[in-house]
């Protein structure tokens, strides 16, 4: 016998009309516009940079080359050159990627609502992603020539993830439940592993600020030197902006401990810095002088734990609660296990060759890297746990005084 509240549910569903193959077509559209949107001011500015340089040798269609394959780079895709290869990606553009991805998907899904069409969540990602990614395909197939090829399996992949996660983002809201096989403990590690690993960005990005002012004599020494021009200058202080979220990664990195290369047998870590001979790149005039760093450096290894422990009390107050010491143990360690697995992705895609030679080892090593953020995450939030449960056992005991009373009745007790 069904209840009044199934009765209207079903009405409404049933009013909801259901999908279409036709409904999903649009995505394809949006994927395309999703990729224009993006490569087409990068392909001007190479083109406006090629004109403004006089002593540029190169023709328009190498130049066009150029921005096609600087936005496949900020797909994670490398691209061989001769001698070498360069594989570091510009996260400045990925993020812009990525927002590009979710406001294509955004239109979309404004149409869906109108029409009172129900939105297929995986479906609707699934047909975006796959066809941003093949557009990322052709892409790298159009602009191989004989200085430079981007990896074909790259480029489907880092289209298909970027894509997904722009999709992500905009179809949010739309998400189904997750299935009743995935174990609480499972379920209580993704938000504060997520968390945690934004807090680890923010911290890099903090670190990658405070190197700027305090060496930016050296960063604009370098910037004169070159003698860039006006137009020059801004498209040279546009390509750092964009790599700034890829410097925020290596600070990440020096945050852990690990440290990070700028070149083949250097390293920049809490213990010290090693250097050689640097590409004339401004920004890099902000690194530590070489040498061996005070000891009160490796201080900043402690961030890292406390990042896990903030993320882990957010997630006890905001999240679902989580019952049983082991459980809440469990998780916090699923959330360090996380933490590192997109540590390690954002290590893979900020390091990277930039050429041959001493050049083919740049940023930080991703699995190294991942590894260490884990366990300084994983450490913090078993920290949080266990002072938690310590906290809640102290609040929760009961002290009983007995007083005597002083008219010989019997004795009080006082709580």
């Known amino acids: 016998m069904s209840t009044p509240t199934d009765t209207s549910a079903a009405r409404r569903s049933a009013k909801v009309p259901r999908t279409t193959p036709a409904d999903l077509l649009p995505l394809l559209t949006a994927s395309v516009r999703a990729v224009l949107t993006l490569l087409v001011p990068m392909v001007a500015l190479c083109v406006l940079g090629w004109i403004a340089s006089v002593r540029s040798t190169s023709s328009l269609a190498a130049v066009a080359r150029v921005g096609v394959d600087l936005w496949l780079l900020a797909h994670g895709s ?13 996260l400045g553009l990925t993020v812009l990627a990525v927002l590009s991805s979710r406001r294509a998907v955004r239109m979309w899904l404004r149409d869906q609502l109108e029409a009172e069409r129900d939105v297929p969540f995986w ?4 047909v975006f992603a796959g066809g941003y990614a093949v557009f990322a395909v052709l892409l790298a197939l159009v602009s191989r020539s004989g200085v430079g090829a981007a990896s074909l399996s790259m480029s489907l992949l880092g289209g298909f993830l970027v894509a997904a996660l722009g999709a992500l983002v905009a179809l949010w809201a739309h998400r189904p439940a997750l299935p009743a096989a995935v174990p609480a403990v499972v379920v209580a590690a993704l938000r504060p592993a997520v968390a ?10 903090l670190l990658v600020a405070v190197a700027l002012v305090h060496g930016r004599s050296e960063v604009l020494a370098l910037h004169a030197a070159l003698d860039p021009g006006v137009f020059g200058g801004l498209l040279l202080t546009l390509a750092q902006a964009l790599l700034l979220p890829t410097f925020a990664v290596w600070g990440l990195s020096w945050a852990t401990g690990v440290g990070f290369a700028v070149g083949t047998g250097t390293s920049v870590a809490p213990g010290g810095t090693t250097l050689d001979t640097l590409p004339t790149v401004p920004v890099l005039g902000a690194l530590p002088t070489p040498g061996v760093t005070p000891a009160w450096a490796w201080a900043v290894v402690a961030v890292p734990v406390l990042v896990g422990a903030a993320a882990w009390v957010l997630q006890s107050r905001r999240g679902r609660p989580v019952h049983g010491l ?5 998780a916090a360690l699923l959330t360090g296990a996380g933490t590192g697995v997109l540590v390690a992705g954002l290590g893979f895609f900020a390091g990277g060759a ?12 991703a699995l190294l890297t991942g590894a260490a953020a884990g366990g300084e995450v994983a450490a913090g939030a078993l920290i949080a746990v266990l002072l938690s449960r310590a906290w809640t056992a102290w609040r929760g005991t009961k002290v009983v005084v007995t007083m005597p009373d002083a008219g010989g009745g019997a004795p009080r007790k006082l709580l």
């Not at 945690?196 to 990005?205: D, I, P, R, S």
């Not at 930039?354 to 090593?365: K, Q, V």
């Open 78 to 90: 490398s691209v061989a050159i001769v001698g070498g290869s360069v594989g570091i990606a510009p």
């Open 123 to 126: 479906r609707g990602l699934g």
């Open 196 to 205: 945690a690993c934004a807090g680890l960005v923010g911290t890099g990005a």
């Open 326 to 330: 082991l459980t809440r143990c469990g």
């Open 354 to 365: 930039l050429g041959h030679g001493r050049m083919a080892d740049l940023g930080p090593d």
